[in-house]
């Protein structure tokens, strides 16, 4: 058993066998994880770019349906506001899946309402509220849907990222130091072999030698 690279390699013609396929075996998953890896970076990237719009879309949203609402409350006693949004009428329940994309399980979230009324969104009567209110709520309903979207953007960016990190070190791993020391030791055990090749050539020359001296007679 000789030390190559940190490693005990045994210089034989079956470790050799051995060794060339794993490196052909390494260098294939090595293709695959940096094609792996690409892809999850493109993908990645078309992420962060939808949740960079679509945050800020939520962001504005959000500041008309607090301004709506700071008008209602100017407008209104804080009792008749308190009372308009004490028994909300419409239910949503959230639906959470998943998605696969390039092995990594990124969420997907849904939602329904308990009725397909859109006014059901109002949990008042009309005659002792003010517009800024419903406008308030109406802003607040149309927003909801891109807050989903955007948790699941954000998610999803944070788990892509996981693993492009994890899939990079992978890489790394079989780029500067699987292949690396498995091309040492076949190019280690090749010349052993060719080295005990040669010996044994000569030694083989030298009992012929021998051999011919002794049949013929001549030193």
Avoid: W
Wanted: include cysteine.
């Amino acid at each position: 058993m000789i030390g190559v690279a940190g490693t005990q390699v045994n210089p034989t013609r079956m470790e050799l066998t051995r060794l060339k396929a794993k490196l052909v075996t390494a260098q294939r998953g090595h293709k695959l994880l940096k094609d792996k890896r690409d892809e999850l970076m493109r993908q990645f990237l078309d992420k962060v770019r939808e949740n960079r719009a679509l945050r800020e879309e939520v962001e504005a949203a959000l500041l008309e349906a607090n301004r709506d609402f700071m008008l209602a409350r100017a407008s209104m006693s804080d009792e008749a506001l308190n009372t308009a949004l004490l028994a909300p009428k419409q239910e949503v329940t959230i639906e959470a899946g998943t998605e696969n994309v390039m092995s990594v399980e990124i969420p997907a979230f849904d939602f329904k309402t308990r009725t397909p009324d859109p006014n059901d969104i109002y949990s008042y009567g009309f005659a002792f509220t003010t517009g800024d209110l419903d406008e308030a709520i109406q802003s607040l309903s149309a927003v909801f849907p891109k807050m989903l979207k955007l948790a699941e953007i954000e998610k999803s960016c944070q788990l892509m990222a996981a693993e492009i990190e994890k899939t990079r070190r992978r890489v790394n791993a079989l780029e500067h130091v699987m292949i690396p020391e498995t091309q040492a030791s076949i190019k280690y055990i090749t010349m052993k072999l060719d080295e005990n090749e040669r010996s044994t050539q000569i030694r083989l020359m030298k009992v012929k030698d021998m051999m011919l001296k002794e049949a013929h007679g001549y030193e």
